[in-house]
């Protein structure tokens, strides 16, 4: 087929990848603007509109796709856009993977096939901008990929496949973002492979819920909450925002992020916060339930280091207390 792609990050370019391996032609890409990113706070292009200048791609960035909102002239100028990609290179359908803007009607409707998504959940669980994280933040022991015809709401088009993946215990949002990452690719090319033969399920009612859009102040820690709950959080906030905790030392108070806990059942009297120990193991602390054993933490500046080299240079004693 002759498609357009909308996608960002690297969950998208990695569909995007797979649709041109399968012999499908790409004819434009949507992709948000630049940002500013690294030391130097420089521009820099999303992984899909690289992948595009890689492979000679027409891109397109527009602001916004709504013809009365902020940025009418962006939209104005990305319908033409668009009729054009549609028009004079014959595009069938639009591919659809964590683009970024929400696709008014006319957009919707502008492709004969119209557009199609690619969600990292098992919908109607988890619609909305933050999939993964949040099923690991649950505790959900499978997820996957849903491909959707997509509607004016939020998530909520139509099934045509639907391919499951199970969430390992160990597993961090950027281990199982890979792995649904090459899972989103197999199933849209899947799906594209029998597409007008493919039933359209509606979703069901019942088990409608949202992951709503990871924000930074969640990477605060809350010792009074119980370990398996922020062992969890701890694997569903890596590699962004991550889990922070306030040591105060001689020098002052400096924000160490943890990357890697592990839970454990017990009956203590220390309040909530308090290291009761701290060896090569790990660095054991009273949480609201349960004990949380932290292995792999960092200093501001510094790189992840396992307990036994983040203690030679950051020593903790028991009694100890990790707030503010």
Request: aromatic share 4%; proline share 8%; hydrophobic share 45%.
């Amino acid at each position: 087929m002759r498609l357009i792609f909308a996608g960002t990050p690297e969950f998208a370019q990695v569909a995007m990848a797979a649709l041109h391996s399968a012999g499908h032609e790409i004819v434009l890409v949507l992709t948000q603007p630049d940002r500013p990113a690294g030391r130097g706070m420089k521009l820099q292009p999303s992984p899909v509109k690289q992948w595009a200048l890689d492979h000679a791609v027409p891109v397109a960035q527009p602001r916004s796709l709504r013809l009365d909102g902020k940025y009418p002239e962006d939209a104005a100028a990305a319908r033409q856009t668009l009729l054009d990609a549609k028009l004079d290179h014959q595009a069938d359908a639009m591919i659809v993977a964590a683009y970024g803007l929400i696709l008014p009607q006319w957009v919707l409707d502008l492709p004969p096939k119209g557009c199609l998504n690619i969600h990292a959940s098992l919908l109607p669980r988890w619609r909305g901008a933050a999939p993964i994280h949040r099923a690991i933040e649950a505790g959900d022991t499978q997820t996957g990929i849903t491909i959707m015809q997509m509607d004016a709401g939020l998530d909520t088009g139509d099934m045509l496949l639907v391919l499951p993946c199970a969430i390992a215990p160990t597993d961090t949002t950027a281990v199982l973002h890979d792995r649904l990452a090459a899972l989103g690719g197999q199933a849209i090319v899947q799906a594209l492979a029998s597409l007008d033969a493919l039933p359209h399920q509606l979703q069901p009612t019942e088990g409608v819920n949202y992951a709503h859009k990871i924000d930074k102040a969640e990477a605060a820690l809350d010792w009074a909450l119980s370990a398996e709950v922020l062992a969890r959080r701890i694997r569903a906030f890596d590699p962004f925002p991550g889990m922070t905790v306030p040591l105060i030392t001689d020098t002052g108070v400096e924000t160490i992020k943890l990357w890697q806990a592990t839970a454990h059942p017990s009956v203590q009297t220390a309040q909530p916060g308090t290291v009761l120990s701290a060896d090569a193991s790990g660095v054991r602390v009273a949480c609201g339930e349960g004990q949380l054993c932290l292995t792999q933490l960092q200093r501001p500046g510094g790189k992840r280091l396992g307990a036994a080299d983040f203690l030679r240079g950051c020593p903790l004693q028991p009694g100890q207390r990790l707030v503010a």
